[in-house]
């Protein structure tokens, strides 16, 4: 509940849309400042508090990763230069985006490929002998698997 001190982390949580475990998880990474706490120890959330929280859950929810957050939550909306730094961010992010839209269309057609070949009449499924095939095709894993570093 609000009160003349700020609110506890649960009604921050339901006022930002952000659950009171990212909240401090945020906390730890840097993108909301510690919070002071009130003398039975709860954590104490302003207004101002509230509005980051939201501006965090805005841009996660467009995907953004968290040190772009970061970069985004660092700039100035009244400075020029921050402006140029925000649309230079934007336009990284929007390239991560565009390369992750092809990789689903390329997913998506692999999948459709995968169900074209079987239409559930015949005695064996060929979805999963196509499965199975294609296991066999790939390669020996390392001991340690090494994946591409994803954006998010």
Do not use: W
Not at 3 to 10: A, M, S, V
Not at 59 to 69: F, H, I, K, P
Not at 84 to 103: S, T
């Amino acid at each position: 509940m609000a009160n003349d001190h700020g609110y506890r982390i649960g009604d921050a949580a339901a006022r930002s849309g952000v659950s009171a475990a990212n909240i401090r998880y945020y906390e730890k990474e840097g993108l909301i400042a510690p919070q002071a706490r009130s003398d039975n120890s709860y954590r104490i959330y302003s207004d101002a508090d509230v509005h980051r929280l939201r501006f965090i859950r805005l841009c996660r929810a467009m995907d953004m990763s968290l040190d772009e957050v970061r970069t985004l939550l660092a700039l100035d909306l009244r400075s020029k230069a921050d402006c140029d730094a925000a649309c230079v961010a934007l336009d990284a992010h929007l390239g991560h985006v565009r390369e992750r839209l092809r990789e689903l269309r390329s997913l998506e057609k692999d999948l459709i490929a995968l169900r074209d070949c079987c239409d559930g009449t015949d005695a064996q499924c060929h979805i999963i002998e196509t499965l199975h095939a294609r296991a066999d095709r790939q390669p020996l894993a390392n001991p340690r698997p090494t994946r591409a570093a994803r954006h998010v």
